[in-house]
């Protein structure tokens, strides 16, 4: 079975922390929706502590990813929404707990003005490939 591709190409300025392509046969794709820091009552984590909101939506995401029997290892996407965008160094650095750091999937990075509540400062959802 042919596994996955992560591109850089060179034509392409470097990436930082993320991979500019990833290439993957598809035998079975996962679309996870945007978590949010909510714990499993659904009671906000974190009010105010962008990091501790950020550790709780990618503890809900390995939450997710193990519901579908997959791991962070098959997420080829990541598409994070940020209500202030100067925490990116604090995503970076919690993400590279979850993550294979020398293939890191691809992703985007969005400023909002807001989320579904306005206390919720950081939404992340993901794109799995299973071979």
Known sequence: MAEKRFLNPETLSAPFGYSHVVESPVERIVYISGQVPLDSAGQL??????????????????????????????????????????????????????????????STLVEVSGLFRPEVMVEIEAVVIRN
């Open 45 to 106: 984590v974190g009010e105010g502590d962008f990091e501790a909101q950020t550790r709780q939506v990618f503890e809900n995401l390995a939450r997710a990813l193990e519901a579908a029997d997959a791991s962070w290892s098959d997420v080829v996407k990541l598409n994070y929404f940020l209500t202030d965008v100067t925490h990116i160094t604090s995503v970076r650095a919690i993400r590279d707990e979850f993550v294979d750091t020398e293939y890191p999937p691809a």
